[in-house]
């Protein structure tokens, strides 16, 4: 059920895009255990005036090849498991597609399994 939202600059290949959105998906089913069809992901493409981040905060040197990725999905999960979650998108985005792992950015935003519909206008996880 997660909903991934996938932002970095514009002018990267669509095999590019392709590749990262590939790597967080294979993430979330191999860390948090979601169907392999459970995939709704929206990548936007942003000019450098529109898309601004500090290249050292904390420390970490980014480079304008950084993927700023936004999860929502259900709440529940344990700490370890979502350290669990980045680790492996970071690693598998430096394998698959070239990223450094600097340059990987993730927020997860948890939710009530409520808040969610698939289509038919019906909340399909609501107990």
């Known amino acids: 059920m997660p909903l991934v939202r996938i932002s970095l600059l514009a002018g990267k290949s669509e095999s590019h895009k392709q590749k990262v959105s590939e790597a ?6 191999e860390t ?15 000019a450098p005036a529109d898309f601004i981040y500090d290249p050292q905060y904390l420390n970490i040197q980014r480079t304008g090849d950084l993927v700023i990725i936004q999860i929502a999905l259900s709440a529940g999960r344990t700490l370890e498991v979502r350290k669990a979650l980045y680790r492996r998108v970071a690693d598998l985005l430096h394998q698959e597609a070239g990223l450094r792992k600097e340059d990987v950015f ?3 935003v948890e939710t009530a399994k409520e808040n969610w519909s698939f289509g038919t206008g019906e909340a399909q996880y609501a107990t």
């Not at 967080?24 to 089913?29: D, E, F, G, Q």
């Open 24 to 29: 967080i998906h294979r993430a979330l089913v």
């Open 32 to 46: 948090i255990a979601i169907p392999a069809q459970d995939r709704f992901h929206i990548i936007t493409e942003h």
């Open 106 to 108: 993730i927020n997860l």
